[in-house]
């Protein structure tokens, strides 16, 4: 019997760093990091796990191999994972295989929209076209996942740092009839809106939070969080945020 949904875990922004007791806005991280995936599974497991950028704060080698002992459990998951603005997209490659995957009819398909050394998104020519080349090959319901967000979300500086040609991958996912949602993160706040048929899901930091609605950087006091999201074959989304307590 085919599968009646795909389930997938969505964490990001986890921010390691190489000494595992830093501390910093009153959170480690990598501890943040395990209490997140160790409660987020305890009454089911994904069937993807997706992890949408920032996962180092300190981009070393140890940095990622350290993330990528946090995924043991997750060793039989397909796993997409994405480099976000304070990662090293190089050198992430030598840890995970970053391409499109397909797990019960849905497909997952990656964008790169960091610039090395730079805060805000962009995609670049060739992302544009692998982006395009991709959807026109995918037949069944998508999700294409980023690390910046390619709409506001009504929070002034973060929205600064979005996506700087957004309005090209806006053409090009609009122009998508299987892509469900663009899911990135970025943001370390929860976000989901619609413009002209285009869903944009943003998902909380594993560490520390971003206050939403303000004009400048400022933290909330909200727990770190992750997010479920459940596919059906019809290439409707049931999503919901979880925090640890």
């Known amino acids: 019997m085919p599968p009646t949904s795909c389930s997938v875990l969505q964490i990001s922004d986890c921010h390691l760093f190489t000494d595992d007791e830093h501390v910093k806005n009153a959170i480690k991280p990598r501890a943040s990091l395990r209490r997140v995936l160790a409660t987020a599974v305890i009454d089911r497991f994904p069937d993807v796990l997706i992890a949408s950028g920032d996962l180092a704060q300190e981009p070393t080698h140890d940095v990622y191999q350290k993330f990528k002992d946090e995924l043991k459990k997750f060793a039989s998951t397909p796993q997409l994972v994405i480099p976000g603005n304070h990662d090293n997209g190089e050198l992430m490659h030598e840890f995970f295989d970053i391409e499109l995957i397909s797990v019960n009819g849905w497909t997952f398909i990656p964008l790169a929209t960091y610039q090395a050394g730079l805060i805000p998104g962009h995609v670049s020519p060739h992302a544009l076209e692998l982006l395009q080349t991709n959807l026109q090959e995918v037949s069944q ?4 996942v ?12 973060l929205d600064n740092h979005k996506v700087g040609n957004h309005e090209e991958v806006f053409k090009i996912l609009r122009g998508s009839p299987f892509t469900k949602a663009y899911l990135c993160g970025h943001v370390h706040l929860e976000n989901d809106q619609e413009h002209d048929g285009v869903r944009q899901i943003t998902t909380p930091s594993t560490c520390w939070q971003f206050a939403p609605r303000a004009s400048s950087f400022r933290l909330d006091n909200l727990t770190p969080g992750w997010r479920w999201l459940e596919l059906f074959p019809d290439g409707s989304i049931e999503t919901k945020v979880y925090r640890l307590p």
């Open 141 to 144: 319901p998508n999700l294409v």
């Open 146 to 157: 980023g690390h910046h967000p390619i709409f506001n979300v009504e929070t002034t500086w």
